[in-house]
Structure formats: C-alpha cells, structure tokens
C-alpha cells in the first residue's frame, strides 16, 4: 500500500474535484455530437471550468504557490519557490469527440525541479502520481516501467505534430524507421496518459515533439520513479524548454533514441 503525503494528498482532491465536472460534461457531449451546433464551445467551457475548479483548489490548500496553467497562463505566488504546472484537459480532441480518453495533470515544480506529478484518468478512475524519492504509483500500487529488451517486441506510443507542417518529413521517417523496428506503435492523443502508460509498463516507450511544460510536467516525474528514462529526443535534458521529449523504459531508452536520431538525420 502507498501512503500519501500532504501534497499529494492536496493534488489528489484537487483532481478528483475537476474531475466530477470533466464526467458530468464528458456525458453531455455524446448528445452534443448530434446537434447541428457541435460540441466545440461546449468543451472549451468545460476546459475552463476543471481550470477554474483546480486553480481554486490549490490555491485554497496552499495559497503562496504560483500557478503555470495551459488556458490561464502564468500566475506568480508569493513564494517564489514553489509553482503547480496544470493541464486541466489533457486530450481536449478526444474529449470532443466522445473519445473515452483524457487527462488531469498536475505538477509541484520546487526551486525548478518536479518533485510531484499526478495524471487521473476521471473515465478509468486511474490516478498514476508520484513524489520524488519516493516512487511512482497508479492509485494504490507501485508502478515499474517494462522490463522488455526487444526492440522488435516493444510498444511504442507517439503523438502526430498535425498543425507543425515543417515537422511532418522528420516525424514520418521516425515513425517509418520506429514501424519497421517495433511491434507497433500508437497514438492515443493525450501526452501525460502517454507518459503514465511508460511508467505503467504498457507502453515501451513514447516519443513526440513540440510539447508544453503542462503536458509533460507530471510524467517525466512518474515515469523517472517508475525506474524509467526521460530525455529530449536528441538525448539532451530540457524537455521542459523544447517540447521534446522521449521516454522509455532503462534497457530500451537508448536504442530508441539512435532509431529517431538516425531516421531523422538521413
Ligand atoms: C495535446 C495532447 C496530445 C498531443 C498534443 C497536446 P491537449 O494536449 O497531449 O496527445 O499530441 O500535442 O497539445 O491540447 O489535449 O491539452
Ligand atoms: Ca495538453
Ligand atoms: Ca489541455
């Protein structure tokens, strides 16, 4: 059994509060589907409302943090120390489509490090969390990365660059070099449940680009205590700058990191 600290305890309801509305809204778009309007303005108002429900949340339990969220921005804290890094909907697109898989992420970033993620699963009721030191976890197990050495049997998830057209050649060569190398590969389109999924041994590995800070905050942490590795996909380590990021399990983290290096260099 896994004892929950204070601060997790703080991200834990703070999650489970947004996500009663994320449930309730997520039942309401399978009508919405059908109606001439569509669900957009729907769901971009319950985005906003799970940010709203969470920014009220840990502000009330600790009041001096900053706050980094994907809809409301940057809010300074007193405490210069210590800021949350909050996704409030991690696979709007899927959320939109009646797509039964997305996300809450929140971070504890401390003097610039993670030392807490949590990514819930409101759907699932899957809450993968994890403290610094201490572990990883999905509710109350431990959590290990899987223990695969194959290449040719490994799972690998990715997430497409859709709007950034000038990364498409890149990305099509790793993902045909990734195809002719993997066991498969999947893209379910929500970055933190990608990340969780590595931590969880579902998946081998994860690769993608172009990301923000809210996406990956939470699971580079996760994924780390899960006995995973996390880097850029160039093998650097400011994810958190550029967006890049490949995580995957300790055996198979650097063959796929010369796999997408070297597709992408030819
Ligand atoms: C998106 C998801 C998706 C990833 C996108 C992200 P959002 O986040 O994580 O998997 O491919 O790049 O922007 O917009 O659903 O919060
Ligand atoms: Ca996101
Ligand atoms: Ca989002």
Do not use: C
């Not at 890094?85 to 899927?94: A, C, F, Q, R, S």
């Amino acid at each position: 059994m896994a004892t929950r600290s204070a601060i997790i305890n703080v991200m834990s309801r703070a999650a489970d509060k947004a996500a009663r509305g994320l449930r309730r809204d997520f039942g309401e778009v399978e009508h919405l589907q059908v109606s001439m309007k569509g669900p957009a303005d729907f769901v971009s108002a319950a985005d906003l409302k799970a940010e709203r429900v969470l920014r009220e949340e840990l502000r009330k339990a600790r009041p001096t943090y900053g706050l980094v969220m994907e809809e409301g921005g940057h809010t300074a804290g007193e405490d210069p120390n210590h800021r949350w890094i909050v996704d409030p909907l991690d696979g709007t697109t899927n959320f939109l489509h009646g797509l039964p898989h997305f996300a809450i992420s929140i971070a504890l970033e401390r003097e610039g490090e993670i030392v807490a993620g949590l990514i819930f699963d409101p759907l699932k009721d899957e809450m993968f969390w994890a403290e610094k030191g201490i572990g990883a976890f999905l509710n109350d197990h431990r959590l290990r990365v899987s223990s695969r050495r194959n290449l040719d049997q490994a799972v690998l998830a990715t997430g497409f660059p859709f709007r950034a057209q000038a990364e498409r050649p890149t990305f099509l060569a790793q993902l045909d070099a990734v195809m002719g190398a993997t066991a498969g590969v999947r893209r379910f389109g929500s970055a933190s449940l990608d990340l969780a999924y590595v931590a969880a041994g579902r998946y081998d590995g994860f690769w993608e680009n172009s990301l923000s800070p809210w996406d990956i905050a939470a699971g580079i942490l996760i994924v780390r205590e899960a006995g995973g590795y996390v880097s850029e996909i160039g093998g650097g380590s400011d994810m958190m700058t550029s967006g890049s990021i490949l995580a995957a399990n300790d055996r198979l983290h650097a063959p796929i990191g010369r796999l997408l290096r070297d597709a992408a260099a030819r």
